[in-house]
């Protein structure tokens, strides 16, 4: 479904990613390990489109994203990749519910299925009943799966998550890499997650091991 190419990205005169090449199939749980520096984050930046590399392509279904001019890729983008981060990055003036909607607004989605879309998706996570709480008013735990149903909401075809249980504790984190396994479950979602976390990586499908810019063979 994703398959990177000879990725190759530079910044300035240190080379972070040294020809990657890497495929991710649908409803896969994939997660990506390494020591700090390895490139982990870069590499997830430029499948995400987020940042573009020197050499190489990302393609998605078939679909080069490198060939898309901006305005058509941010599209592609909010419609098909959700991102969650370590820190939450909700909007703190706005409810929970209002966060999750807000990739729909920007998709063209009118306003009652945003609303239907998201409420779905909260009560699923079993946060109905914080969806009128703005961040503040919520906990750790609930501030990382509110940023989950948020990237969730257009239905994207991959999640990319990067430290998503960075900020946890022990008990916040396992029901957080519980969460993207019963989304695999229910929904098929394929994950990419970027993660320090052994008891994660364990788990997953498959652990992409990065050392100095390039994958490890194991
Ligand atoms: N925008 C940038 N400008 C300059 N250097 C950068 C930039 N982004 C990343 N780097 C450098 O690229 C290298 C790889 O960074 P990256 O964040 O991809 O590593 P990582 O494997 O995710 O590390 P960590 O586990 O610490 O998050 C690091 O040396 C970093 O300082």
């Known amino acids: 479904m994703i398959r990177l190419e000879g990725i190759t990205k530079s910044f300035g005169s240190l080379q972070v990613l040294k020809g990657i090449d890497l495929e991710i199939n ?10 700090s520096g ?12 987020l940042d573009e590399p020197d050499a190489g392509t990302v393609e998605f279904d078939g679909t080069v994203v490198s060939w898309m001019k901006e305005k058509e890729l941010s599209a592609f983008r909010n419609k098909n990749i959700g991102f969650v981060f370590q820190f939450h ?6 409810t929970a519910l209002e ?14 299925e945003a609303n239907e879309r998201a409420l779905e998706i ?9 969806a009128s709480h703005k961040p503040n008013e919520l906990s750790g735990g609930e501030k990382q799966r509110v940023a989950v149903a948020r990237a969730l909401i257009n239905h994207p075809a991959v999640i990319l998550a ?21 989304l695999r479950e229910r929904l098929g979602q394929t994950f990419v ?26």
Do not use: C, W, Y
Not at 26 to 35: A, F, L, R, T, W
Not at 99 to 112: D, E, L, Q, R, T
Not at 122 to 130: D, I, K
């Open 38 to 49: 390895a490139g982990k984050t870069t590499l997830l930046q430029i499948m995400g489109t």
């Open 99 to 112: 966060n999750v909607m807000i990739p729909a607004f920007i998709a063209g989605v009118s306003s009652k």
């Open 122 to 130: 909260l009560e699923f996570m079993g946060l109905t009943e914080r």
């Open 26 to 35: 649908k409803g896969e749980i994939v997660s990506i390990v390494g020591p």
């Open 89 to 94: 990055q909700l909007l703190p003036e706005f």
């Open 193 to 218: 997650i970027v993660t320090h976390d052994d008891n994660l990586s364990k788990i997953t499908d498959r652990t992409v091991n990065m050392v100095d810019g390039m994958i490890k063979k194991v």
């Open 162 to 182: 990067d430290e998503p249980s960075g900020s946890l504790d022990t008990h916040n984190k396992e029901e957080l890499h519980q969460l993207f396994f019963d």
